[in-house]
């Protein structure tokens, strides 16, 4: 049973870029959440995503968009990146409405 | 609101002994809480979690938390430190947002070391 999974692991963009991130959810998984963890310091919510539309986002700016699809993937994309987005950028999904969260490996964006 | 503090960014133990972990969470509502941990340049891997049933939890690899809701805290131990134990450890609440819909507030994190 295939657990969450992201891609690219690594990423280095420059100031100014846009970048697209992308999650698989675990086996007979409908939400998807993602969280941004900046270097020492816990994850921070940014949106969620259940029936491939955002239900709720964290205190993040407009610049941080995503998407679900119909097999209940996900995208975060950002645009303009600026340099303090370089963080972990983890992917977690759950059933609707279920209390625990799985999360992916994660995704390493470095922004020069 | 909700909020999760996590006391003692650094513990460091020696192998074999007690490891404790804190954490106090505030919540207006009863609280969905987790413990994950994170080894380096990995994700997040469940250890346990309490959602109201016995305040006793017990997870993977030896550990387990206690629910007290006198003192608001879900403190992480395991008996005897590995040092395969060595990783951050996150604790976290479940907050319930529009429609009942869950997101995670996360604490910012305690790094164990165990050395020999």
């Known amino acids: 049973d295939a657990g969450v999974t992201q891609s690219p692991t690594h990423l280095i963009k420059t100031r100014g870029q846009q970048v697209t991130l992308r999650c698989s959810p675990k086996s007979g998984h409908d939400t998807v959440s993602w969280y941004q963890q900046a270097l020492g310091q816990g994850p921070q919510f940014i949106f969620q995503y259940y029936e491939e539309e955002e239900r709720q986002r964290g205190n993040f700016p407009d610049r941080f968009s995503g998407h679900q699809f119909p097999n209940y993937s996900s995208e975060l994309n950002v645009n303009a990146l600026l340099l303090g987005d370089s963080a972990l950028y983890l992917c977690a999904s759950s059933l609707e409405a279920a209390e625990t969260q799985y999360f992916g490996p994660g995704t390493r964006l470095l922004v020069l | 609101a909700q909020s999760v503090t996590q006391l003692g960014s650094h513990v460091s133990v020696s192998e074999g002994a007690l490891v404790l972990l804190r954490c106090n969470y505030s919540?207006?509502?009863?609280?969905?809480l987790f413990w994950y941990v994170q080894y380096p340049n990995q994700g997040l891997q469940l250890l346990l979690k309490y959602t109201s049933a016995a305040t006793l939890v017990k997870g993977i690899n030896g550990f387990e938390a206690e629910f007290k809701k006198s003192e608001t805290s879900f403190h992480l131990t395991k008996p005897s430190a590995h040092m395969s134990d060595a990783a951050e450890y996150f604790c976290a609440v479940s907050a319930f947002i529009s429609g009942g819909y869950n997101k995670l507030i996360f604490g910012a994190g305690t790094r164990l070391a165990v050395h020999p």
């Open positions: 919540s207006s509502v009863p609280p969905y």
